[in-house]
């Protein structure tokens, strides 16, 4: 009985430096001889291969987020004894409690659009170093457990003053919401 053959595993190749310098110049080669057609192809995947990023591609985590033209929001509750912080972009409405709460997640998509979740004011200090200089910040800490919307409660004096330490090594522009 003849069976189907197997498919071989695809193998990654590693480029050095040099590997990448002579492909390039290979590429500039056939450009000028005026071979488009294939020029822009190896142009396109030799920038694959040394690992520009392309557009709309999701942000790895430890990238600087999308901008927001209306600033960032960053949530704080404490669950027990541990501080929770869920950073958002900026927008012209009230958050739901779902997109607020949730346990430790990182979501970033093509568009711009990322929820960070994280416990404790060192990771989320780590969160708003990845914003741009002088962006605006809207801090608000909320009741947990919620109820049907968020409700907006003082933010404890320690994670205030945290946060505003952070901002301002950050170059952040910091708010707190009452």
């Known amino acids: 009985m003849v069976g189907w053959p197997v498919p071989r595993q695809p193998t990654v190749r590693r480029y050095n430096a040099d590997q990448i310098a002579r492909l390039y110049s290979r590429v500039e080669d056939i ?19 040394s690992g520009c990023p392309l ?21 704080t509750w404490v669950d027990g004894s541990r501080t929770w912080f869920t950073l958002l972009p900026g927008t ?17 998509d093509a568009a711009g659009w990322f929820a960070i979740t ?23 800490t909320v009741l947990y457990p919620p109820g049907a919307t968020l409700e907006v409660l003082a933010t404890p004096e320690s994670v205030m003053r ?17």
Request: aromatic share 6%; glycine share 8%.
């Open 118 to 140: 994280v416990v404790g004011l060192d990771a989320v200090g780590e969160q708003l170093a990845r914003l741009p200089d002088g962006a605006p910040v809207f801090v608000s």
């Open 31 to 49: 450009a000028v001889k005026r071979e488009p057609l294939i020029a822009i192809p190896l142009a396109v995947s030799l920038l694959i291969l």
């Open 162 to 178: 945290r946060l505003r330490q952070d901002a301002t090594e950050l170059g952040l522009d910091l708010q707190f919401m009452q």
């Open 55 to 75: 557009p709309n591609w999701p942000t790895p985590a430890g990238n600087p987020l999308p901008t927001s033209l209306k600033g960032y929001e960053l949530y």
């Open 92 to 108: 012209n409405r009230l958050k739901t409690p779902d997109e607020v709460f949730a346990g430790d997640r990182t979501v970033i």
